[in-house]
């Protein structure tokens, strides 16, 4: 899943997701105070735009080229607070202690020796900020084997609850029906979140 893959997956259709916001963002950031946003894997922006609408000031970093270029050319007409940035966040880690909220919504975040990219975004929270990490819920993928997609190569909210040290305190870990219908042809009917806040 490199750049060229979303760059191609991105380019096949107009428009690859709603351009509503993830659910799971809106009921857990609703009632957070506005401050500084890390959107990782932000795709065609709608998270971005919903978080700059309600005062975030946000990064919006992806992979693909084509996504970041699709989510600004929308964003034009409303100038929100959004800083569109081209990036590899398995690669180059984000700034350090710089952001009230890192949200990763259905990013597929490979594991690594040592959780290296994983503890770069956690560093990149800042004392008292939020993590939020949503993922389909396990159940809901079918066998690696119908698609060559294997979940368990990648990060689950509930493995990295389980990373966090006593820096952290858990305030959401938990599998929940999703806010709205899964995408056609998907069988996704459950999410897995991770809400959690940085103490120091």
């Not at 693909?64 to 800083?83: G, Q, Y």
């Not at 990295?160 to 069988?187: K, M, Q, S, Y």
């Amino acid at each position: 899943m490199d750049a060229q893959f979303w760059d191609q997956r991105y380019s096949s259709r107009n428009q690859l997701f709603s351009g509503a916001p993830n659910g799971v963002l809106v009921t857990e950031v609703t009632d957070l105070p506005a401050g500084r946003a890390l959107d990782v894997g932000c795709g065609e922006g709608a998270d971005a735009r919903w978080l700059a609408r309600r005062g975030w000031h946000v990064t919006a970093v992806d992979i693909s080229r084509v996504a970041l270029d699709r989510a600004a050319a929308e964003a034009a007409a409303i100038s929100p607070d959004v800083t569109w940035t081209h990036a590899d966040l398995t690669a180059t880690a984000p700034p350090t202690n710089a952001f009230d909220l890192v949200s990763l919504q259905y990013l597929p975040l490979p594991h690594q020796p040592g959780h290296t990219a994983l503890r770069g975004l956690l560093t990149a929270v800042a004392p008292g900020g939020t993590l939020l990490v949503a993922s389909h819920h396990l159940a809901d993928l079918p066998p690696a084997t119908d698609h060559g997609f294997d979940p368990n190569r990648y990060y689950q909210p509930e493995e990295i609850a389980g990373l966090l040290d006593n820096t952290w305190t858990v305030l959401v870990n938990e599998a929940r029906p999703r806010t709205a219908p899964a995408p056609p042809g998907t069988g996704h009917n459950y999410d897995t979140v991770l809400r959690a806040q940085r103490l120091r």
